[in-house]
Each structure stands twice: as C-alpha cells, then as structure tokens.
C-alpha cells in the first residue's frame, strides 16, 4: 500500500494556524472578506460556491455574494467588479469561470485590482507568475505545492509530467514549478490531448500530476512504483449508489502501485481552499503594513 | 550529413516580403519606426542593437537610438519611454536587457505600450502569451518557430525538449509550443541547470532546443539520429584565430548524428531579426487599420 497523501488533514492544520492569524487580523479591526462574482453560474459552480463561503465562515472570514444571471451584460458585471476593488472592506475577488460567451473574460479578469487577485486570475498577475512576482499563488496549484511540501516530497531536480496544460492547475503549475525557488527547480513536462502517448511520457515521472478533467483516466499502465501521483481532478460520476465524486486517477487500480498518492475527495481539492483562505488572510494582513 | 535549417536563407525570403509590405506603407504615409532604449548597455548588446538598426534599414524601417548612461535613474527612464510610448511616428519599442540594478526592470517593461511591444517585454504581454493573446510574439521564439514551419516540421505531438528556463527564450517557447494551435500543440519539457541529468532529457525529445548559454555546450551524447536541434544560443569564444560566435551545440560533433539542425551564425540568430521587423511592420499596419 503507497502513502496517501492526506489534503484534508493537512488543510485542517493549515486552517487552524489561519484561524490565529484572522482573530489576530479581526481584534486589529481588520476582518477578512471575499468576494464571489459570478454570472451565470451552473449548479455545478454554484455548489463549489457555496462549499468555499461555508470553508470561509469556519475560520472567520466573511464573504459576500453576487451571483449575476446569464443575461447580465459586460458592462454590467465590470461595474460590480469596480465596487468591490474600490470597496476597502474586500480583500478577495473570486470571478466564477468560465463567464458567459458573450463577456470578454480577458477584460474581466484584467480588471480585478491586482492586491486583491487572490486566485491570480488577472492575465497580469499570470505574466508575472512565471517570473515569481504575482500577488499570489493560484489556490490549486499552490495547494499542489504545499501538500508536497508538508510530505517533505522536494521538487528540485524532479521530473515531473503534467497531464492537461488547463489554465486553472496545468499551466500555472508548470510556471511555478520551474521557479528557482525551494519548491521549484523542477524539470517539467506539460502534455495534453494532442500529445499522442501519453503513457511514456507519464511512465518517465517522478511526480505524474493528473489536471485533464477525465474520471478514472489514469491507469495502472501510466505509473511506476517509485511514482508520487497527484490527482487535481474532480469529476462526478453516476454510480448504482448515486453520484459520485472521482479523480482523473483510478485510485483503485493504482494506488497500490505507486509510492504515494492523493486521493479525491480529500487530497488537492481541500488543499486548494485552503490556499484560497490563506491568500485572502494574507491580502488583509497586507492592508494593515 | 543532416539537413541544415538556413535561416539566414528562410531569413532572407521573409525580409523580402516585409520590404513589398513596407513600401505599401511608405506609399501611404506611414513608415515603420523601431526605437531602440538601452542603459548603461554593454559593448556586447550595443553592437547587437546595431546589427539590428542595419537590418531595419535594409528593409526600410526608420530607427531610433536612445542609448543612457549607466547611472540614469529609473524616473529619466521611464520619462524617455513615456515620450516614445506617446510619438505617433514610433510604432515599435524595444528595451535592451538587462538593465542596470537600480532600475526597477518590471516596472520599465510594463511600462512600453502594449501596441508597440514588438518583443514582448511587457509582463502582461507575457501574461497573454500563453493563452494566444500577445500582441506580438517574442523575436527568437517566434523566429524558432517560423524556421520549423518553413521546413515544414510539425510540432504537433512532437516531444520538444527545451534545455532553458530563461526570459527570452526557453520560457515563451514553451508557453508558445503548448498552444493549441497549428505551430503549437506540442508535448514540452523544460530542463535547466538544476534538473540533474539532462542528458537523459534531452535523448528523449524529437526537438532538442538549447538556450543555456554555454558555448558547445550540447555534445554528441546528448542526441539521437531523428532529432531536430535548434541551436539558440549566442555565444562569444577566443580561438587561435580570434573572437568566434558559437552556439550552445557543438556543431562539429552533433551536426553528422542528427536529422536536423540550425547553424551558429545562419540559424536562430537571423530569424530573430526578421521577426522583429515582421512585428514592428504589422505594428505600423495595424495603425492604418
């Protein structure tokens, strides 16, 4: 049996020293507040939604909620989104992707004010990623990081293959990964869809992190013993025993190979709220230097 | 003997092109315009600069030269820039890098205008890069590219293995090969001074890129007999026979082994410069849009 890499439990510790940090914040009279915008959000969304402001309320951050409809025009949701940048009491905006077609989601994203871009959804703040400069991490990649992290898993001189080049774990995991920083210096391969076999490039991981949003699609022919394999997929599935919620990884079939694994529920996806809380404590810790 | 990729040959059709599309322009009033900004530049990067205004003038782009001293403060700079960022006769701005410590270099860079970025310097350029929306291309990535599609080498699902993580080149290549796009769509690993063996990297790619900046650094062990190997390095030597410009390969040794492969000088080198005059005329082109 390979390690499991236990997000939950190390959400919980991280969430228990941000508690701290927000009753310090809170007795400075600075509260902790996100904002969610979304427009036209689905269920689905709307439900991870919920599940977040429920995981801020916990540790003492207070959120506010504007849930636009479909047909809310782009100027429309520019204006709420101007409010709350110029709104002192917001340190986090989340825009709830993807937008309806008819917005310019680049726009968008590229007005959420910078200080307060705590999933680093601003195009700018994504430029500056690469060259360690953004605001902050964004929430999944660096819950990737730091789950590694608090295993002692290093990275430096690693190979690790990314499965999806997506530009909510992909991509920015690539970037990050290859910053000379001590959770950096790792040599990285991005493949995807178009990159024809996928199993020998996976095979040849060190870390397999799976971001293709394809219940169960790695298999036991993609990993190797000595493999750490995160799986940042959420998917649900219909069973006989109602739906279900899996990852891009067939954690039956390979957990039991590989050296150790985070599984889902309970790996990256708590680590990524966690992330999420810490980067808009440390946006309200930042108001008070 | 493997297939030479000339791009002082490729380099020279392009240029002649660009010299029809900026006498159209010219005939309608507007003459491209590339401004050089330099600080405290090297001998090195000033002679660089130069061989980049002959080759502007060759095709008939006007130039502009502002060279500082060293000890210019970032406020001068940045007022020199604005001046630029506002002439209506400049449509390209390139900043020569590395700028002195004291001088704030992401600041600067994101200070160029967006629409006479013809390198993609401004981080928010280099932000969108990675999603298709740059303005323009970075030179040498781009003129990378363009020499592949001239050979008619496709990179999708080939494994391109990048030996660099640097601003200039390794980094916007991977963000521009991973594209899903016609040039694009390619599995990418980037390798750099930590990743331990890179040998074994580097045997496993269909194009081996080298951006490291060691002269020969890239020897026969390092490739395979259906490898591309796209040589971006500039390197300055002392031979017997005096100062000589070599790549990050060892042509002598490599070139016999491999498919293909780009000759130092002839290669990357001249397709930079031909991407850049592409990008400053489609600047200008785009201002009579």
């Known amino acids: 049996m390979s390690m499991i890499l236990d997000g939950k439990k190390v959400a919980a510790e991280k969430r228990e020293l941000l508690k701290t940090r927000i009753e310090e914040l809170t007795a400075k009279g600075v509260t902790p507040q996100l904002a969610f915008l979304s427009v036209g959000a689905d269920q689905a969304s709307l439900s991870?939604?919920?599940s977040q402001e429920r995981a801020c309320s916990k540790v003492g951050i207070i959120t506010r909620t504007?849930?636009?409809?479909?047909d809310t025009s782009e100027d429309v949701l520019l204006d709420q989104l101007f409010n709350l940048n110029e709104d002192s009491?917001?340190?986090?905006?989340?825009?709830t992707l993807p937008l309806p077609e008819a917005i310019n989601e680049e726009r968008v994203l590229g007005a959420i004010e910078s200080s307060k871009d705590v999933d680093c959804?601003?195009?700018?703040?994504r430029g500056r990623l690469a060259f360690g400069k953004a605001e902050f991490l964004p929430a999944t990649p660096a819950g990737i990081v730091s789950l590694l992290e608090a295993y002692e898993i290093s990275l430096?001189?690693?190979?690790?293959v990314i499965l999806g080049r997506g530009k909510a774990v992909g991509?920015?995991?690539?970037?990050?990964?290859?910053?000379?920083?001590k959770m950096g210096n790792a040599t990285v391969t991005v493949c995807h869809s178009r990159s024809g076999d996928l199993v020998r490039y996976a095979k040849d991981a060190d870390i397999l992190v799976a971001a293709i949003g394809k219940a169960n699609f790695v298999g036991p022919e993609y990993v190797g013993k000595d493999q750490v394999v995160i799986d940042a997929g959420i998917n649900g599935i219909e069973t006989p025993?109602?739906?279900?919620?899996?990852?891009?990884?067939?954690?039956?079939?390979?957990?039991?190979?590989?050296?150790?694994i985070t599984p889902v529920p309970g790996g990256v996806g708590p680590m990524t709220v966690a992330m999420l809380?810490?980067?808009v404590t440390a946006a309200a810790e930042r108001r008070l230097l």
């Open 48 to 50: 991870y939604q919920r």
């Open 121 to 125: 959804l601003n195009p700018i703040n």
């Open 171 to 181: 991509w920015p995991l690539a970037q990050i990964l290859l910053r000379k920083e």
């Open 156 to 160: 430096t001189g690693k190979h690790v």
């Open 66 to 70: 504007i849930d636009l409809t479909q």
């Open 241 to 260: 025993q109602g739906w279900k919620m899996v990852g891009d990884v067939d954690f039956q079939r390979v957990s039991d190979i590989v050296n150790a």
């Open 89 to 95: 009491n917001i340190h986090g905006i989340l825009v």
């Open 277 to 279: 809380l810490a980067n």
